[in-house]
């Protein structure tokens, strides 16, 4: 069973940083591309950064773009979302979620929900006005 684990969540007052990791656990996957997701309450899931493994090319949500920055860790299989300059509409349950199922259909393409296979149970975010 596969299994991704976030963590790096927690309180902060607007205009601060936080990081979050996401590591896998279980069985071993080779994935083409790592993602990152959030849903406020009573709001739908939302797409906010993807990375791909191979090529390091990412792809981010306009609402974020110039603020997160998505890495990733080849040698630790993990990646890292840097949020900077946070907003409170920033404030939401944050999923990392990973796409495995080939082909890999070029970044833009994975800012789908659909387009992942895996998922976390995801760490709450939370911005202070």
């Known amino acids: 069973q596969v299994q991704l684990v976030e963590s790096g969540g927690g309180l902060v007052q607007a205009g601060g940083s936080l990081r979050l990791s996401c590591a896998p656990s279980?069985?071993?996957?080779?994935?083409?591309?790592m993602g990152w997701f959030r849903q406020a309450p009573g709001q739908e899931r939302e797409f906010v950064a993807a990375?791909?493994?191979?090529?390091?090319?990412?792809t981010y949500a306009d609402s974020v773009k110039g603020r997160f920055t998505i890495s990733r860790d080849n040698a630790e299989s993990t990646v890292a979302l840097q949020m900077d300059a946070l907003k409170p509409e920033d404030t939401a349950v944050y999923y990392c979620?990973?796409?495995?199922?080939?082909?890999?259909?070029?970044?833009?393409?994975?800012?789908?929900?659909?387009?992942?296979?895996?998922w976390g149970q995801g760490t709450q975010v939370t911005v202070s006005s």
């Open positions: 279980g069985r071993t996957f080779s994935s083409y591309v």
């Open positions: 979620a990973a796409a495995i199922s080939p082909p890999y259909r070029g970044i833009s393409y994975y800012s789908r929900r659909g387009a992942y296979d895996y």
């Open positions: 990375i791909s493994w191979s090529y390091g090319s990412t």
